[in-house]
């Protein structure tokens, strides 16, 4: 998470719509490129991001299922795109339309991950952001962290199922 004792300030981060945020990863989630988009979002210096774990910028009011959605799709070779809220080191956020694919080699090996961020539009924003905030209550109902996820992911994947959308669909149905 960001800084650690960093407290969410409330204050979102502008950026231009046509900005590219872009990030690539190692099998564990530890930052291997960030372009200056990210840097400066963010507010870290790239010698503290290059090697720390991408959660470095995990606002606390992002759902923990969300992200298990993420690992659990890339892992497989697949894409995934999803709304997200980060937080930078000063606690300000910034809220993103990630694209995330996994990095392959010759042989179809999974090598990493890469991430391109936009700003969202508005509208859909809206509609996940209550979405999310019922997720992270769901989460935090739980003593475990771990519980909590896995009630979140269950309620996620509930909600999906009602409305007969995979998660891809459901995001661009916003």
């Known amino acids: 998470m960001a800084g650690a004792g960093v407290r969410p300030t409330g204050i979102e981060c502008p950026y231009d719509e046509n900005e ?3 990030s690539k990863t190692d099998l564990k989630g530890r930052i291997t490129y960030a372009n200056d988009v990210f840097l ?11 090697g720390a774990p991408h959660s ?23 894409e995934l795109f999803a709304y997200i809220v980060n937080m930078a080191r000063d606690g ?5 339309f990630a694209h995330v694919t996994p990095t392959l080699d010759a042989n179809r090996n999974i090598v990493g991950f890469h991430s ?3 700003k969202p539009d508005p509208a859909p924003l809206e509609k996940i952001k209550p979405i999310y905030a019922e997720l992270l209550a769901e989460e935090n109902r739980h003593d475990s962290r771990k519980d909590g996820m896995l009630r979140g ?5 509930g909600k999906l199922q009602a409305k007969g959308l995979e998660y891809d669909e459901f995001v661009f149905s916003l």
Do not use: G
């Open 20 to 22: 590219l945020i872009v």
């Open 40 to 50: 400066r979002l963010a507010k870290y210096p790239r010698s503290e991001v290059i």
């Open 56 to 78: 470095l910028i995990r606002h606390p009011d992002m759902p923990r299922c969300v992200f298990k959605l993420l690992w659990d799709t890339i892992q497989t070779r697949k």
């Open 92 to 96: 300000d956020h910034y809220w993103v």
């Open 116 to 118: 391109n961020r936009r």
């Open 153 to 157: 992911y269950d309620m996620l994947m």
